[in-house]
Structures are given as C-alpha cells and as structure tokens.
C-alpha cells in the first residue's frame, strides 16, 4: 500500500520560510517521478514544483521559481519542499504526489498523478 505523508505546515508571516516534507512507503522511491501541488480556498489544485528520479532536474510553477527549491533524499524516501520568501497568496493546502511509472518528463497537471498524500496546510499572514 502506498503512502505519502507531508509534514512542516503551519503559519509563518510573509517573508518567512518554511520547508515541507514527504515521506513515501510502498513503493521503490526513487524510480518515480515527484511533484508539490498547492491548493486554496476555491481554488483548484495546482503544481508547484517537480522534480526526477535521480533529483537532478527539477521543474517550477513561474510563481514560486527563485524562491522555492525542491528536493529529493532517495535515501530517505523523502521529497522536500524549501518555501522562502513566502507570500500571503501561498497561502493553502500543500500536496506531494507521484505519477504512476513510466513518464519521462515531469507531469503539470493533477490527473497525471495517480499516488497523493493527505495535505499539509501552509497559511502566510500579511
């Protein structure tokens, strides 16, 4: 059974950082693509950052590149999230996910992924 658990949520004034984590189980970790979706308040849910099996090509929504990084400890089973300089309108709830096999290049979209955590909420105050 597959699971992913996002942890380091909470609420951080604009300008700060925070860094979330993923933790996978069930799955061979680093032969799967990674990816952070965000979702607000009526909003739908939106990608965020991707990054490849072997961590080194990463892909960013133009509103968070500069300020975001993400990462991968295959080690760990473990993708992180770095969010700096944070703004109220990342305000929301963050996901991790991962498509199924077989993509070679990073999915955009949510259908494209098939395994997804629970959420973790991320709130920047102004």
């Known amino acids: 059974q597959v699971q992913l658990v996002e942890s380091g949520g909470g609420l951080v004034q604009a300008g700060g950082s925070l860094r979330l984590s993923c933790a996978a189980s069930?799955?061979?970790?680093?032969?799967?693509?990674q990816g952070w979706f965000r979702q607000a308040p009526g909003k739908e849910r939106e990608f965020v950052a991707g990054i490849k099996r072997s961590g080194t090509s990463t892909y960013y929504a133009d509103s968070v590149k500069g300020r975001f990084t993400i990462s991968r400890d295959n080690a760990k089973n473990t993708v992180y999230l770095q969010m700096n300089m944070l703004k109220p309108e990342d305000t929301g709830v963050y996901y991790c996910?991962?498509?199924?096999?077989?993509?070679?290049?990073?999915?955009?979209?949510?259908?494209?992924?098939?395994?997804w955590g629970q959420g973790t909420q991320v709130t920047v105050s102004s």
């Open positions: 069930g799955l061979t970790f680093s032969t799967y693509i």
């Open positions: 996910a991962a498509p199924q096999g077989g993509w070679t290049t990073i999915p955009l979209t949510p259908r494209e992924y098939y395994y």
